[in-house]
């Protein structure tokens, strides 16, 4: 790859000095190499974000929302291929890898809805003093610049840039190093679409290159996903410059399952919130709290389904799950495997590397984990569920809600009324009852705590790449 970012409507070549290597991680072989914006490409693309503003926030929202059902339908025409590319960059299985795409068809088509039904230019507010009147507007909050991780790389990146351009925001994304080919397509689309020059850029590189991006002093606004320790680093830019950021950070989410659950029903429930993407997920429910009267009957039921899985190379077998996607993730999980050896954790599946070529680790389950363990309350990233028992509903809120994380929880109980005063008591910012983690467009993303600050997705994504002004008028 020569040409590898998207800068005012051209395909240029990096110029800055890291060198990024695209890799298989179910062979560890690398199979792509590009080289890194350098720091005046950034500032190449946030100017040329800044001259399409003007023009683009212009646009009537029909307009937009034209723009918008291009990229669903241009996603779809690349289907093969961007599945394919997934499987082999990321090591999605090929169902996890249609569904991600599945997802920004759909993200791409919801906010051209909502930008097709933005109010029109006026809005009346009613006032209760006689003599002035005063409407709203919403007018887009400028030129955003976006980073992104690589675990969810088109859906993460839709879920941003869908939005935003339907406030008639214009972009810098920034993708991951380690997934940096596949937010290419958006670029493409541009291109085919004749998305007018500027509104969308694509930079790719490392941290350098991030942070050039979230230190600009031209952006209105940041939109990051990824770890604590770098959005934190994101927050300090923002608030050098007060402006605002939206987060989306970590988790380490519980999955409640009391006594009266059926247990094949909670074995399924629980083995797909924590190996779906290898359980390289923000929204992995790595904890699991099991109450007394079924966890004898549970664990080992969990034990045998997390062993059953076929963990392999999506590209040339048939699996359920594929291998972590970097080598630097590899590393990390291992390292919590060691952690737990340290510590004397009891392990009732897994618990190691995989004894062959690529990035693999196996589906582990460790049980009655302290609740001071590491592997308890950090996030790993990683197929790794750790188990505790609980006695009463009151046990089971305080310690699912006894993290500094707050992203998601599933509760799993026939008893409805139950479920949903526990999902109403949960300090998270999406709850799932009797459900594997569906997510709809519809519905909010987002965490409390220390998983983040904003909201994507619904009305609440698009709110967050609009400023609200009101006009006052005295009616003499
Ligand atoms: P990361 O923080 O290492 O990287 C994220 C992005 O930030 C990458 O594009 C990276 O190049 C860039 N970056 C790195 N250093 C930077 C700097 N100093 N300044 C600006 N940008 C910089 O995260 P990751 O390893 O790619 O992703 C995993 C993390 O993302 C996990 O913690 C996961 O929970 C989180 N995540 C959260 C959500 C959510 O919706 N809450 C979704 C997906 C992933």
């Given at each position: 790859?020569t040409?590898?970012?998207?800068?005012?409507?051209?395909?240029?070549?990096?110029?800055?000095?890291?060198?990024?290597?695209v890799?298989?991680?179910?062979?560890?072989?690398?199979?792509?190499?590009l080289?890194?914006?350098?720091?005046?490409?950034?500032?190449?693309?946030v100017?040329?974000?800044?001259?399409?503003?003007?023009?683009?926030?212009?646009?009537?929202?029909?307009?937009?929302?034209?723009?918008?059902?291009?990229?669903?339908e241009?996603?779809?025409?690349?289907?093969e291929?961007?599945?394919?590319?997934?499987?082999?960059?990321?090591?999605?299985?090929?169902?996890?890898?249609?569904?991600?795409?599945?997802?920004?068809?759909?993200?791409?088509?919801?906010?051209?809805?909502?930008?097709?039904?933005?109010?029109?230019?006026?809005?009346?507010?009613?006032?209760a003093?006689?003599?002035?009147?005063?409407?709203?507007?919403?007018?887009?909050?400028?030129?955003?610049g976006?980073i992104?991780?690589?675990?969810?790389?088109?859906?993460?990146?839709?879920w941003?840039?869908?939005?935003?351009?339907?406030?008639?925001?214009?972009?810098?994304l920034?993708?991951?190093?380690?997934?940096?080919?596949?937010?290419?397509a958006?670029?493409?689309?541009?291109?085919?679409?004749?998305?007018p020059?500027?509104?969308?850029?694509?930079?790719?590189?490392?941290a350098?290159?991030?942070?050039?991006?979230?230190n600009?002093?031209?952006?209105?606004?940041?939109?990051?996903?990824?770890?604590?320790?770098?959005?934190?680093?994101?927050?300090?830019?923002?608030?050098?410059q007060?402006?605002p950021?939206?987060?989306?950070?970590?988790?380490?989410?519980?999955?409640v399952?009391?006594?009266?659950?059926?247990?094949?029903q909670?074995v399924?429930?629980?083995?797909?919130?924590?190996?779906?993407?290898?359980?390289?997920?923000c929204?992995?429910?790595?904890?699991?709290?099991?109450q007394?009267?079924?966890?004898?009957?549970?664990?080992?039921?969990l034990?045998?389904?997390?062993?059953?899985?076929r963990?392999?190379?999506?590209?040339?077998?048939?699996?359920?799950?594929?291998?972590?996607?970097?080598?630097?993730?590899?590393?990390?999980?291992?390292?919590?495997?060691?952690?737990?050896?340290?510590?004397?954790?009891?392990?009732?599946?897994?618990g190691?590397?995989?004894?062959?070529?690529?990035?693999f680790?196996?589906p582990?389950l460790?049980?009655?984990?302290?609740?001071d363990?590491?592997?308890?309350?950090?996030?790993?990233?990683?197929?790794?569920?750790?188990?505790?028992?609980?006695?009463?509903?009151?046990?089971?809120?305080?310690?699912?809600?006894?993290?500094?994380?707050?992203?998601v929880?599933?509760?799993?109980?026939?008893?409805?009324?139950?479920?949903?005063?526990?999902?109403?008591?949960?300090?998270?910012?999406?709850v799932?009852?009797?459900s594997?983690?569906?997510?709809?467009?519809?519905?909010?993303?987002?965490?409390?705590?220390g998983?983040?600050?904003?909201?994507?997705?619904?009305?609440?994504?698009?709110?967050?790449?609009?400023?609200?002004?009101h006009?006052?008028r005295?009616?003499?």
């Amino acid at each position: 790859m020569t040409t590898s970012h998207y800068i005012a409507g051209h395909w240029v070549e990096g110029q800055g000095s890291d060198c990024i290597s695209v890799t298989d991680p179910a062979l560890g072989q690398p199979f792509a190499e590009l080289m890194a914006a350098s720091v005046s490409q950034v500032d190449q693309a946030v100017a040329a974000a800044r001259s399409a503003l003007p023009a683009w926030k212009s646009t009537c929202a029909s307009e937009r929302a034209a723009f918008l059902r291009g990229f669903a339908e241009q996603l779809g025409q690349r289907r093969e291929a961007l599945v394919t590319l997934q499987m082999r960059n990321n090591g999605k299985p090929r169902h996890e890898a249609e569904i991600d795409l599945d997802d920004a068809i759909a993200t791409f088509g919801y906010y051209a809805e909502l930008a097709e039904r933005l109010p029109s230019k006026k809005r009346t507010v009613p006032l209760a003093a006689p003599g002035f009147t005063a409407r709203t507007r919403l007018e887009p909050v400028g030129v955003v610049g976006l980073i992104v991780p690589w675990n969810f790389p088109l859906v993460t990146s839709a879920w941003k840039l869908a939005p935003a351009l339907a406030a008639g925001c214009t972009v810098v994304l920034k993708p991951s190093e380690v997934t940096p080919l596949i937010e290419q397509a958006y670029g493409q689309i541009a291109d085919a679409l004749g998305l007018p020059a500027g509104v969308l850029n694509i930079v790719n590189g490392k941290a350098e290159t991030g942070a050039a991006l979230s230190n600009h002093n031209g952006l209105d606004k940041l939109s990051f996903t990824g770890s604590n320790s770098v959005g934190s680093q994101v927050m300090r830019s923002a608030s050098a410059q007060c402006r605002p950021v939206t987060l989306e950070l970590g988790g380490k989410s519980a999955i409640v399952v009391f006594d009266d659950c059926d247990v094949d029903q909670a074995v399924e429930w629980i083995v797909a919130g924590i190996t779906w993407n290898a359980g390289q997920m923000c929204s992995a429910t790595s904890r699991l709290l099991v109450q007394d009267g079924i966890a004898d009957a549970l664990l080992p039921r969990l034990q045998a389904a997390l062993e059953n899985l076929r963990v392999g190379n999506p590209l040339t077998e048939e699996v359920d799950m594929g291998p972590l996607t970097s080598q630097a993730q590899w590393l990390k999980v291992a390292s919590y495997f060691a952690t737990a050896r340290e510590e004397g954790l009891q392990c009732l599946a897994g618990g190691h590397a995989l004894d062959r070529e690529g990035w693999f680790v196996s589906p582990t389950l460790y049980t009655d984990v302290p609740k001071d363990s590491r592997l308890w309350t950090e996030e790993i990233f990683g197929p790794v569920l750790c188990a505790r028992r609980f006695a009463s509903e009151e046990q089971a809120i305080a310690e699912a809600n006894d993290s500094r994380f707050g992203l998601v929880a599933t509760v799993c109980s026939a008893d409805l009324e139950r479920a949903e005063r526990v999902a109403d008591a949960l300090e998270v910012g999406h709850v799932w009852i009797n459900s594997v983690q569906a997510v709809f467009v519809e519905t909010s993303w987002g965490g409390t705590k220390g998983s983040g600050i904003g909201r994507e997705l619904g009305p609440w994504g698009l709110s967050a790449y609009q400023s609200v002004k009101h006009v006052t008028r005295c009616l003499g």
